[in-house]
């Protein structure tokens, strides 16, 4: 397992450190977005739907669960936080979410066991109280090629 640190300082260096790993993960993956209530996960998503050249609007999937961009779709953001139990997930399709060979956001992903979906990064967003502007950002992946990529900066 690798772990990787980034401090942000500002909206705009989150949705940049967001947009540069869009630009360098060249292949699908699948992203875990922690971190409470206004911690920069939407804000991160939006960087990285841009930097992989996309220009559709990212808004947060709070209320559509999943909201999908690029046509055809190469991203799907999903928010999981209004559901209540992996059935309602798999109601509404997960399963087919997950064949498309598409990179895979999700916000609020605790419901989804870890040993049922092996997530390839998962990014961990922090506010911090001495300064509410600023974000630790910590990286974790197990995955050979993302290690690769991390191990850049
Ligand atoms: N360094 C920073 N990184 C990310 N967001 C920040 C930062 N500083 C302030 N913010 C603000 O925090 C809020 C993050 O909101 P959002 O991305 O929707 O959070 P989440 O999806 O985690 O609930 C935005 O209003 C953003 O402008
Ligand atoms: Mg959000």
Redesign the pocket.
């Known amino acids: 397992m690798l772990e990787k640190k980034v401090v ?4 705009q ?2 949705f940049d450190f967001g947009k540069y790993l869009g630009e360098v993960i060249d292949f699908p993956l699948t992203i875990f977005l922690q ?1 409470e ?8 998503s939006k960087g990285f739907v841009a930097g992989k050249g996309l220009t559709d609007e990212v808004t ?1 999937p709070t209320y559509t669960i999943v909201n999908e961009y690029g046509d055809p779709p190469t991203i799907f953001h999903f928010d999981l936080y209004r559901l209540h139990d992996l059935d309602e997930l798999y109601e509404m399709g997960f399963e087919d979410y997950l064949t498309q060979g598409c990179t895979l956001l999700l ?1 609020w992903p605790d419901l989804i066991a870890a040993d049922l979906f092996e997530a390839k990064l998962v990014i961990v ?1 922090k506010t911090q109280l001495s300064n ?4 630790e950002i910590t990286l974790k992946t197990g995955d050979a090629k993302i290690k690769q990529l991390l191990s850049k900066f």
């Open positions: 942000t300082k500002s909206s260096e989150t971190g209530m206004g911690a920069g996960k939407t804000l991160f947060s916000e967003l509410p502007d600023e974000r």
